[in-house]
């Protein structure tokens, strides 16, 4: 296995920057310098991305800035010792030991259990105190390849010994159990459940948590959870089977706050222990914010989350069907719409229809496609409502989008009933029921009230309306063209190219995606020229930096250039996210040009009438394109040119003050 750290990515004594951002863009300029990584500005930028969500100091004058990153080549580990503290966020003041974690986007596991060694030993003040000692970059390795290389000492949620004893403790003894996890599940996650732990020893109270982090996860036995008398979520994401600990009075807050105020959580809850009033969590499990218990989401954060969740899961769904669809007309001939059931009721494989092989297998899959995307609206809602109530919400949620369908209420109505769905179902699961129906509220009572209110709702009140709604919304798309159409595909393109994949990019492939189920060729192609607008103008950015390292090589660092090799392929593919290392590396130059290219093709596409009845593949896919397909290319094919040239004019023309290859000469200086 590669050594995570060498002398090479250890710094000591030297000033790297006064502020957390300048610390870590260095030691990403350190690991590109050394091979490590193959782009240090866009290692930086998942650096600093990681380091906003919540800062990486701890006590003891310690950093762990962390993250995941395409740019990694080698799980590494680069090590500086500054000579004066740099404010990392840590609560009792700056860090003079900083850790720079980085791991590779698809790490293996091995490596992850080594970066979270490292981070557990960092709560050590023996182990700290020995790095603050070292001289030479030498030693500095030998005590890190110490404590990553010895034998791994078993936590808590992974001493069964621990737990068979703690049935013999004394009645009075507290029973503490927790659960520890950060987004990218490499240091807070371990050393919050560390230094949990060790401050319940200090205490005398019987303690175990689980690690749900990179490196795996030990869920806590049962009997476990069923002894203990509260629960500690020290969590920044959702807690994985949240439902093993209803009914258990919780504390939940960031995970970083099981690092910084140990002491205070483990206190927080023995008293919620023996507090009536309590909160526990929920015999649903329904999922919640990571932040505090104290506080509440706002309305519109929740309405977002469980937007997204619901897109999130009916993607698969429409993107398969949508491409079985494209392949059916493919096979069958556009008609395939009129007669795929009579082929498939009247024939089989031994018994082909007019048209022979073809023809049969173009019914096939245009009707399994039809099928596929018949789920668009009850996923949608299913788990909109998922995101509300967890499980006990999503059958209320399909039902509802179901009867949306029925209706003729579209996605709106699927989004609506999801909504109602979702609600109810966390209002039902909330009730203080007698012990003996706990169990029964997630699988019966909670499914059964809650389809009864969400539907009957749909039904009695909101489901016409919402139909007339949307048919009013399909007659204008359909009636939409010359000007209209051009800037709503402006719009769309440029929201596609603001944020790379980001909040932006999705909530305008939502937009699309959702309409597609109700796409015809014939009677209502609006939408299908809304999916085509999207998936061109999501094409051009990468499509366009890789022609600008055509253009002008000189603009750009080596990795840029490599990067742009790949482009080619991302951008062909509809992935936008293929332009983030260059979006990363210089934002203020690339972005607004690739929002310039995608929005001028997105309006092409509109003014053109080009149609896709695939949400995703881009020129993979110009089968589900009918006849229009050439004048896809033509409008691709413009706004990369239009964002390529607009990418080299700004590097030209508006210089930066740092040069694009600065970044390898700091990496030298560091080294040295």
């Given at each position: 296995?590669?050594?995570?750290?060498?002398?090479e990515?250890?710094?000591?004594?030297?000033?790297?920057?006064?502020?957390?951002?300048?610390?870590i863009?260095?030691?990403?300029?350190?690991?590109?310098?050394?091979g490590?990584?193959t782009?240090?500005?866009?290692?930086a930028?998942?650096?600093?991305?990681?380091?906003?969500k919540?800062?990486t100091?701890?006590?003891?004058?310690?950093?762990?800035p962390h993250?995941?990153?395409?740019a990694v080549?080698v799980?590494?580990?680069?090590?500086a010792?500054?000579?004066q503290t740099?404010?990392?966020?840590?609560?009792?003041?700056?860090?003079?030991l900083?850790?720079f974690?980085?791991a590779?986007?698809g790490?293996?596991?091995d490596?992850l259990?080594?970066l979270?060694?490292?981070a557990?030993?960092?709560?050590k003040?023996?182990?700290?105190?020995?790095?603050?000692?070292a001289?030479?970059?030498?030693?500095?390795?030998?005590?890190?390849?110490a404590?990553?290389?010895?034998?791994?000492?078993?936590?808590?949620?992974?001493?069964?010994?621990?737990?068979?004893?703690?049935?013999?403790?004394?009645?009075a003894?507290?029973?503490?159990?927790a659960?520890?996890?950060?987004p990218?599940?490499?240091?807070?996650?371990y050393?919050?459940?560390?230094s949990?732990?060790?401050?319940?020893?200090d205490?005398?109270?019987?303690f175990?948590v689980?690690?749900?982090?990179s490196s795996?996860s030990?869920?806590?036995?049962?009997?476990?959870?069923?002894?203990?008398?509260?629960?500690i979520f020290?969590?920044?994401?959702?807690?994985?089977?949240?439902a093993?600990?209803?009914?258990k009075?919780v504390?939940?807050?960031?995970?970083?706050?099981?690092?910084?105020?140990?002491?205070?959580?483990?206190?927080?809850?023995?008293?919620?222990s023996?507090?009536p009033?309590a909160?526990?969590?929920?015999?649903?499990?329904p999922s919640?914010s990571?932040?505090?218990?104290?506080g509440?989401?706002?309305?519109?954060?929740?309405?977002?989350?469980?937007?997204l969740?619901g897109?999130?899961?009916m993607?698969?769904?429409?993107?398969?069907?949508?491409?079985l669809?494209a392949?059916?007309?493919?096979?069958?001939?556009?008609d395939?719409?009129?007669?795929a059931?009579?082929v498939l009721?009247?024939n089989?494989?031994?018994n082909?229809?007019?048209?022979?092989l073809?023809?049969?297998?173009?019914?096939?899959a245009?009707?399994i496609?039809a099928l596929?995307?018949?789920f668009?609206?009850?996923a949608?809602?299913?788990y909109?409502?998922?995101?509300?109530?967890?499980?006990?919400?999503?059958?209320?949620?399909?039902?509802?989008?179901?009867?949306?369908?029925?209706?003729?209420?579209?996605?709106?109505?699927?989004?609506?009933?999801?909504l109602?769905?979702?609600?109810?179902?966390?209002w039902?699961?909330?009730w203080n029921v007698?012990?003996f129906?706990?169990g029964?509220m997630p699988?019966?009572?909670v499914?059964l009230?809650g389809s009864?209110?969400a539907s009957?709702l749909?039904?009695l009140?909101?489901?016409?309306?919402?139909a007339?709604?949307?048919?009013?919304l399909?007659?204008?798309?359909s009636?939409?063209s010359?000007?209209?159409?051009?800037?709503?595909?402006?719009?769309?393109?440029?929201?596609?190219?603001?944020?790379l994949?980001?909040?932006?990019?999705k909530?305008?492939?939502?937009f699309?995606v959702?309409g597609?189920?109700?796409?015809?060729?014939?009677?209502?192609?609006?939408?299908?020229?809304i999916?085509?607008?999207?998936?061109?103008?999501g094409?051009?950015?990468?499509l366009?930096?890789?022609?600008a390292?055509v253009?002008s090589p000189?603009?750009?660092?080596?990795a840029e250039?490599?990067?742009?090799?790949?482009?080619?392929?991302?951008g062909?593919?509809?992935?936008s996210?293929?332009a983030?290392?260059f979006?990363?590396?210089d934002p203020?130059?690339?972005?607004p040009?690739?929002?310039?290219g995608?929005?001028?093709?997105g309006?092409?596409?509109?003014?053109?009438?080009?149609l896709?009845?695939?949400?995703?593949?881009?020129?993979?896919?110009?089968?589900?394109?009918?006849n229009?397909?050439p004048?896809?290319?033509?409008?691709?094919?413009?706004?990369?040119v239009?964002?390529?040239g607009?990418?080299?004019?700004l590097?030209?023309?508006?210089r930066?003050?740092?040069?694009?290859?600065?970044?390898?000469a700091?990496a030298?200086?560091v080294?040295a």
């Amino acid at each position: 296995m590669t050594e995570l750290i060498t002398p090479e990515l250890v710094s000591l004594d030297a000033p790297l920057g006064s502020s957390s951002a300048e610390v870590i863009k260095e030691l990403s300029a350190l690991l590109a310098g050394t091979g490590r990584a193959t782009d240090a500005d866009a290692l930086a930028a998942d650096g600093l991305a990681r380091e906003e969500k919540t800062p990486t100091g701890v006590p003891g004058g310690i950093a762990i800035p962390h993250c995941r990153s395409a740019a990694v080549a080698v799980p590494s580990l680069a090590m500086a010792r500054l000579p004066q503290t740099v404010d990392f966020g840590a609560k009792d003041g700056g860090a003079d030991l900083i850790f720079f974690i980085a791991a590779p986007a698809g790490a293996d596991k091995d490596h992850l259990k080594l970066l979270s060694k490292l981070a557990r030993a960092l709560v050590k003040k023996t182990f700290t105190s020995a790095l603050r000692e070292a001289q030479t970059p030498e030693e500095i390795v030998e005590l890190v390849r110490a404590v990553t290389s010895e034998a791994p000492q078993a936590p808590a949620a992974q001493a069964p010994a621990e737990t068979a004893a703690a049935t013999e403790a004394p009645a009075a003894k507290k029973r503490i159990v927790a659960v520890t996890a950060c987004p990218t599940g490499i240091a807070h996650t371990y050393m919050a459940a560390d230094s949990l732990a060790q401050t319940a020893a200090d205490l005398g109270v019987e303690f175990a948590v689980e690690t749900q982090g990179s490196s795996g996860s030990t869920p806590l036995p049962a009997e476990t959870i069923a002894a203990a008398d509260a629960v500690i979520f020290a969590v920044d994401v959702d807690v994985r089977d949240r439902a093993r600990f209803a009914g258990k009075p919780v504390i939940q807050v960031p995970v970083k706050r099981g690092i910084d105020e140990p002491e205070k959580l483990i206190k927080d809850a023995i008293a919620a222990s023996s507090d009536p009033n309590a909160r526990k969590v929920p015999a649903g499990g329904p999922s919640e914010s990571s932040e505090e218990t104290g506080g509440k989401e706002s309305v519109g954060a929740g309405l977002k989350r469980a937007l997204l969740t619901g897109v999130s899961y009916m993607i698969p769904f429409v993107a398969g069907g949508g491409l079985l669809i494209a392949l059916g007309f493919l096979l069958g001939g556009y008609d395939i719409t009129d007669i795929a059931d009579d082929v498939l009721g009247a024939n089989t494989l031994f018994n082909l229809p007019e048209g022979g092989l073809a023809a049969y297998l173009g019914a096939v899959a245009f009707k399994i496609g039809a099928l596929s995307m018949g789920f668009l609206v009850p996923a949608l809602a299913g788990y909109i409502a998922y995101a509300y109530a967890d499980r006990p919400g999503i059958a209320p949620g399909f039902t509802a989008g179901a009867v949306a369908g029925f209706m003729g209420a579209g996605f709106l109505g699927g989004i609506v009933g999801g909504l109602l769905a979702g609600l109810a179902a966390r209002w039902i699961n909330s009730w203080n029921v007698p012990r003996f129906m706990r169990g029964l509220m997630p699988v019966v009572i909670v499914p059964l009230l809650g389809s009864i209110i969400a539907s009957g709702l749909m039904f009695l009140f909101l489901g016409g309306p919402i139909a007339k709604l949307t048919v009013a919304l399909n007659d204008w798309l359909s009636g939409m063209s010359g000007a209209a159409a051009a800037v709503l595909g402006l719009i769309l393109g440029l929201m596609m190219a603001i944020d790379l994949g980001g909040p932006v990019n999705k909530v305008a492939y939502s937009f699309a995606v959702a309409g597609l189920g109700t796409g015809s060729i014939t009677e209502n192609p609006a939408p299908l020229m809304i999916m085509a607008a999207v998936m061109a103008a999501g094409m051009v950015p990468p499509l366009a930096l890789a022609l600008a390292t055509v253009l002008s090589p000189k603009l750009f660092s080596q990795a840029e250039r490599e990067n742009g090799k790949a482009a080619w392929l991302l951008g062909a593919a509809f992935i936008s996210e293929g332009a983030i290392p260059f979006a990363a590396a210089d934002p203020l130059r690339v972005i607004p040009a690739a929002m310039v290219g995608a929005g001028v093709t997105g309006s092409l596409i509109m003014s053109f009438g080009v149609l896709s009845q695939a949400p995703h593949g881009g020129i993979f896919v110009f089968f589900a394109m009918n006849n229009t397909w050439p004048m896809f290319l033509v409008a691709t094919a413009i706004g990369t040119v239009v964002s390529a040239g607009l990418v080299v004019s700004l590097k030209k023309f508006a210089r930066r003050s740092v040069p694009v290859e600065a970044s390898a000469a700091t990496a030298g200086k560091v080294a040295a």
